[in-house]
């Protein structure tokens, strides 16, 4: 199981962990990774800054930056990069999943196969 943070989206990570609010177990502060159904496209990412991880999430370090993967997730996300572009257009995280078959247009949402549960319409 492999997702791989840029330098950019490292940064910006470790920069909302830092800032979040104390919780009394900072040593296991990190970012949790999953696929939750919805988005236009059946699936969308979430990002959740965290120090309570789940018993079943798979914990990897990034750099600085501690990951806690969704179990059930997994499959849906391994191999991701993830970045962080700033533009005038366009400021966020960007997700380069090989497992997606599609993607919506606001790169949140995605589409693996015919698994993917129905997608609602982009608010």
Known sequence: ?????TEKAEFRLRAF????APETNDA????????????CNGYE???DITSKPQPDDLAIQQGSVLLYIDA???PLLDGMVIDFVEGV???GFKFTNPNATDTCGCGKSFKTGDCTPPGVPCS
């Open 1 to 5: 199981m492999t997702i791989t943070l």
């Open 17 to 20: 962990v830092r800032g979040s």
């Open 28 to 39: 296991n502060k990190g970012v949790r990774i999953s696929a939750k159904d919805g988005g």
């Open 45 to 47: 990412y979430g990002i």
């Open 72 to 74: 059930k997730s997994m």
């Open 89 to 91: 257009m366009e400021s």
